[in-house]
């Protein structure tokens, strides 16, 4: 999984934070593996360190992961016919990296149009530990590094996603939803919404998909497949 | 104490990421609505990408002294040139931080 590379930069951050808001070496481990989400933790990493309540921060926790409601519903059809203990794994490793790669329409991920339970549980250990190797580093070296949080370091999360976005664009209506996710995400975040990303998110997906319906792409797309499959 | 928010920070995340995934809930997804959801990947990652990209210190931020804002174009045309999802982050990456400290 070359993916794993792009976590790096943002598992050291991770780890370096959590040592420097006043964790434990052991509890900023913990986190990355248990909690094992990089939005979240930071966010709550600077809450710890901002002195705020746990009530505040698990809401926060609450919005800032209530994408992966999005997420498992998506992956619905695939994983949820699969017996409980790939389920719980899977589901435990299904981050935003991990969706990103399985719920692509075509790839090594699938078999006859299934998903490959293995392929996905390969990508999401790899995820996994890289983050924690990651970490481990960041907790270790992170208090001899000075500002290791001005690095920009985050420019490391966001190239990760424009690797995987721009090649899912195929349609115009996957065009359109990203242009809607970024102008709204944006001006979200300017006006400090808490609940931004989720906002942007699900305005982004209901225009990329009302497009899609007013202009028949699926229809089209299916024809072309149909005849695809003639030829 | 925060011992406690890890544990409970863990649980609600992986609750997000497994409930849907439990056959026993009694939920049948309609295709309009599978066809929404196949929109979540890119409008998520889009959304938390774009104001890394754009926003500093709070503010919009469209200048050519941004370099989160040029190395997310180089990005971007290395994504539509190339294809390869490896190589445009780390060659991306590898520039951004060169600017950063050169």
């Known amino acids: ?231 | 104490m925060i011992t406690l928010t890890i544990f409970c920070m863990a649980a609600i995340i992986f609750f997000s990421r497994y409930v849907f995934l439990e056959p026993r809930l009694p939920l049948k997804l309609s295709p309009a609505v599978l066809h929404f959801l196949s929109y979540s990947a890119p409008a998520v990652l889009t959304a938390i990408l774009a104001p890394i990209i754009f926003i500093r210190d709070k503010q919009l931020d469209i200048s050519l002294d941004n370099n989160y804002l040029i190395c997310a174009l180089l990005a971007v045309f290395l994504a539509i040139t190339t294809r390869n999802t490896l190589l445009t982050t780390v060659l991306s990456m590898a520039v951004f931080f060169m600017l950063r400290f050169y």
């Open chain 1, 1 to 231: 999984m070359p993916l794993s590379i792009a976590v790096i930069p943002w598992g050291i951050l991770a780890g370096s934070l959590a040592l420097d808001a006043g964790l434990s070496v052991l509890e900023s481990q913990a986190m990355s593996a248990i909690v094992f989400a990089g939005a979240a933790q930071l966010v709550a990493v600077g809450m710890i360190k901002a002195g705020m309540g746990i009530s505040s921060i698990l809401i926060t926790t609450l919005l800032i992961t209530s994408r992966h409601f999005l997420y498992s519903m998506a992956m619905r059809n695939q994983i949820s016919p699969l017996p409980l203990k790939w389920r719980l794994s899977l589901g435990f490793l299904l981050t935003d990296e991990l969706f990103a790669i399985i719920a692509k329409n075509k790839g090594p991920h699938l078999q006859d149009g299934r998903l490959n339970r293995w392929y996905a549980l390969g990508g999401g250990l790899s995820f996994y530990l890289t983050w924690n190797i990651a970490s481990a580093v960041g907790i270790l070296v992170g208090k001899n590094i000075p500002n290791l949080d001005s690095w920009g370091l985050d420019f490391a999360i966001a190239a990760t996603f424009i690797a995987l976005v721009i090649p899912s664009i195929k349609h115009p209506s996957i065009l359109i939803c990203v242009l809607v996710s970024l102008v709204t995400s944006v001006v979200c975040e300017l006006l400090e919404i808490p609940s931004g990303l989720l906002i942007a998110s699900l305005l982004a997906m209901a225009v990329g998909s009302l497009y899609a319906k007013v202009t028949r792409e699926d229809q089209k797309e299916s024809q072309e497949e149909s005849q695809g499959d003639k030829q």
